[in-house]
């Protein structure tokens, strides 16, 4: 039977859960403040999801916590997507709400974003405005147009509520429906041990929109979370190694998308406008700042060219690779057809060695404005209504 909330300011809407995923027990302190900013929501959520992704001090802790989160593990580490599809597979409300484990929500984001989606059954999903916690001072050197590089919202984005190609999906709410109509997440794309570590929810917008033609994506700024970013992370060499890896990540998302019908600029249309007018123009601003006397300005240039440079090599790296051999899927089995991802809720194979960096899709939602196939009862595919055999819950 369908669950109703209540909030200040919409009524009545239908039922909503949020799922974080974490894979690290270093980021204890913020994915507490994280689940604490969804407890304190003006629009209090049916179900939060904790979703563990092969840290065993982490669930050991979540279930010493005791907290009224339902957790679950994937039972080793398997990489975001399938963290996601695990959370997905959990829980039967109308809406489904993502937020990453180190950042914190306003009380009103859940509220905003449900109000947008709320009003239109065409409406798919809706993203949200992500701000940094830089913990301190902000860089001098770190261009505004490379945030997407530390999962924040970056210069180049619409500043008021429009229709977009895709969401961000540390920042963002789906119609469970749309995962009953695409499978879910596709594990060869998303934060992973290894391969392409970012662009799962681009993926996954181009091929609902594709699979449920009226359907459409929508950016909602004033639904705000705020992000944490480590020291590490502050650091010219990380966002080299994070443009490295969309490059190679936006090289797996154009073979993924040749398989179904692409947005009318081609599923990198964004990406396109990014590189070619707002880059640029970061650039000559950096450029201007530094003869007014403003030497970080020049840095700043700098990294815009670096960081751009760095992603087209690697982008087209990786184009060329995969025309001599298949995209596979996460742990290195058998490549899958393009419009075919893992089941919901299917564990893959993998071990982890080192973290990969941080998945935060970048320009992605810069694309201007361009009926669900399946209602909020539909059951999931059976591959995704068994669940796992190794998930572990706390008591609610």
């Known amino acids: 039977m369908e669950k109703t909330v209540t909030s200040v300011g919409i009524g009545v809407v239908n039922s909503v859960s949020v799922v974080v995923c974490s894979h690290l027990v270093a980021r204890w302190p913020q994915l507490t403040r994280a689940l604490d900013s969804l407890w304190n929501q003006k629009l209090r959520p049916d179900q939060v999801v904790v979703v563990v992704d092969g840290d065993d001090e982490l669930l050991a802790r979540l279930r010493e916590r005791a ?118 997440f596709d594990t060869r794309l998303g934060r992973q041990t290894k391969g392409a570590s970012g662009c799962e929810e681009t993926e996954l917008c181009i091929r609902a929109a594709a699979l449920i033609p009226d359907g459409r994506f929508v950016h909602e700024p004033a639904a705000v979370i705020h992000h944490h970013v480590p020291a590490q992370r502050q650091r010219p060499s990380y966002i080299v190694r994070r443009c490295w890896a969309e490059g190679a990540s936006k090289a797996t998302l154009r073979r993924l998308c040749a398989g179904y019908r692409a947005p009318a600029r081609g599923p ?57 051999s298949p995209v596979r899927a996460a742990g290195g089995g058998p490549a899958i057809p393009a419009a075919s991802p893992a089941p919901l809720g299917t564990p893959t194979t993998g071990t982890d060695t080192a973290e990969a960096p941080a998945s935060a899709d970048s320009p992605n939602s810069t694309d201007s404005p361009a009926a669900t196939g399946a209602s909020s009862a539909d059951a999931l595919p059976p591959a995704a209504e068994a669940a796992p055999s190794n998930i572990h819950t706390l008591s609610a």
């Open 67 to 184: 907290g009224p989160e339902l957790v679950l593990s994937t039972g080793g580490r398997t990489g975001l997507s399938n963290a996601r599809n695990v959370g997905i597979a959990a829980v039967n409300s109308e809406f489904v709400a993502f937020l990453d484990d180190d950042a914190v929500a306003d009380p009103s984001w859940l509220s905003s974003l449900v109000q947008v989606a709320d009003a239109d059954p065409d409406i798919l999903g809706v993203g949200g405005w992500v701000t940094p916690d830089w913990g301190g001072e902000k860089p001098g050197w770190f261009p505004p147009e490379l945030l997407w590089t530390v999962g924040c919202s970056h210069h180049g984005l619409p500043t008021q509520q429009t229709t977009v190609r895709n969401v961000f999906g540390g920042c963002a709410l789906f119609r469970r429906s749309v995962f009953t109509t695409t499978g879910g």
């Open 268 to 324: 990198l249309g964004p990406e396109r406008d990014f590189v070619l007018k707002v880059l640029p123009r970061g650039v000559r601003n950096g450029v201007g700042a530094s003869l007014r006397g403003r030497p970080a300005g020049l840095a700043r240039a700098g990294m815009i060219v670096v960081g751009t440079g760095t992603t087209i090599l690697s982008f087209l790296l990786a184009v060329i690779r995969t025309v001599f």
